[in-house]
């Protein structure tokens, strides 16, 4: 058996997903205004009121996103290490894997609804919160995305022969919202076998947006 290291790079998405009291409704809508991309009042507004940004109290989801042309795999022997120098062995694009289905046509897709009036609030982050709330359902939310390019992380895995492109397969998630659905790369599999992340790589953030949704408004 030779161990190999497959290295995941490209472009990444940091999703957070908060419950906002009615409190907070209004100054969170205007410092969001039109302009999604204006994050970084908002950011302090919740590190001064609410909570850290990062650490959302309905879901967080740290994926490539489903870039087929813009998601790469790098192959290399498992005895290099991460930025050592090392050539890979082979490199191709998440359109030339296996469609997952293909390798499992039973499997059901990971689909984060974050609507509201839906989700369900983290019962660990409720007691602790400061102040304290008691709502089960959140029916406002602040939904942030941060967008990396890089690296994602990377796998070991040991093999008996040389891996190939078609052998790796890539199961797609999705995150479902009032304004669309936001598509990333959620689990990815050698023959069949999901791998589990060694590590992460290194990225520079590119951009971020957010949105306020209530019950409400949609």
Same mark, same amino acid.
Not at 78 to 92: L, V
Not at 154 to 168: I, K, L, R
């Given at each position: ?12 998405? *940091?999703?957070?997903?908060? &419950?906002?009291?009615? !409190? ?18 908002? %950011?302090?507004?919740?590190? *001064? ?17 489903? %870039?087929?042309?813009?998601? %790469? ?12 120098? &090392?050539? /890979?062995?082979?490199?191709? #694009? ?10 499992? !046509?039973?499997?059901? &897709? ?9 989700? #369900? ?7 602790y919160a400061d102040p304290p709330y008691d709502y089960d359902i959140a029916d406002n939310i602040v939904f942030y995305v941060e967008e990396t390019k890089g690296g994602m992380f ?8 040389? /891996? ?5 397969s890539v199961a797609p998630g999705s995150i479902e919202t009032p304004n669309g659905d936001w598509d990333f790369c959620d689990r990815f599999f050698y023959k069949g076998v999901e ?6 790589? *290194?990225?520079?953030?590119?951009? &971020? ?7 409400? *408004?949609?």
């Open positions: 058996m030779t161990k190999y290291r497959l290295e995941i790079r490209g472009w990444g998405m *940091d999703a957070v997903a908060h &419950s906002i009291t009615e !409190e907070h409704l209004e100054p969170i809508r205007e410092i969001i205004g039109e302009n999604p991309e204006n994050t970084f009042d908002l %950011y302090d507004y919740f590190a *001064d009121n609410i909570r850290d940004m990062y650490d959302g109290d309905l879901f967080r989801n740290n994926k490539p996103w489903w %870039y087929e042309d813009a998601t %790469y795999l790098f192959l290399f022997n498992g005895d290099t290490e991460p930025y050592d120098g &090392s050539k /890979p062995i082979n490199e191709w #694009k998440l359109k030339d894997c296996t469609n997952h289905y293909e390798v499992n !046509e039973e499997f059901e &897709s990971t689909n984060i609804v974050c609507w509201p009036g839906e989700n #369900k609030v983290d019962e660990l982050s409720k007691k990377y796998f070991e895995f040991e093999s008996d022969e040389e /891996p190939n492109p078609e052998d790796f791998l589990e992340i060694t590590d992460y790589l *290194d990225n520079n953030g590119k951009g &971020s947006q957010a949105f306020l949704f209530t019950k409400d *408004d949609v």
